[in-house]
């Protein structure tokens, strides 16, 4: 069997049961990574792990809520009692909440923003640091938006979620320089044709867009091909 260039390496996808997390889930695996999917839906994982498996690919489902409490330590529990290193882990799954100006968001709908973008992602990030430092190529790849960047009206609290996580992310990178494999790298999609860019944006032509397919083989390309730590990279049309 031809060698894959991501053959013996663990991924953990989150937000992977449909869109841009199970496009780039597919793609790793079919570069030969044993991928983990993880996210709410346990239908749509097993339809993934199905494509997967077709395709001549490996794949572990998990189930999981992150935003829930002590679901991202029990999501480490059970991989670490498996795997000793995590090559990969991409922080794919976010909430949009609603677009809204500023001055009328509500405060129990911020709070869980806040948990899922933010607090959840901080957890993956402190949950799976052990088995990244056992990786002698570690590398985290986190969706973005332009918005995080570039404030637009009506979009401050998805905005300031992802901002924050960008530093965050780029804070724990520098972090590694020296210790560790781990390099870090944002990625910023672009306009893709998915359920959260539909709900943002309900009169678009998705027809228009390009599909999550093609974000999902730019960010298997990276890891593949390697990048800077603390790159950042649009995925264009």
Known sequence: MTNLPLQDRLALVTGASRGIGAATA???????AHV???ARTAGGLEEVEERIFAAGGNATIAPLDIGESGGVAKLASAIGGRWDALDILVLNAASLGTLTPVSAIDPKELAN?????ISAQQALIAAFDPM????DRARLVMLTSSVATRPRAYWGGYAATKAALETLVLTYAD?????????CAIVDPGATATKMRARAFPGEDAAMLKPPA????????????DFENGARVRVGA
Do not use: K
Not at 132 to 135: A, D, E, K, N, Y
Not at 175 to 183: F, H, Q, T
């Open 26 to 32: 597919e793609a790793l695996a079919a570069a030969g």
């Open 113 to 117: 923003l806040l948990t899922l973008n």
């Open 175 to 183: 972090e590694m320089v020296g210790i560790s494999s781990l390099r």
């Open 132 to 135: 990244l430092r056992m990786s």
């Open 214 to 225: 093609v974000v999902g083989a730019a960010i298997a390309r990276m890891v593949v091909d």
């Open 36 to 38: 983990i999917l993880t």
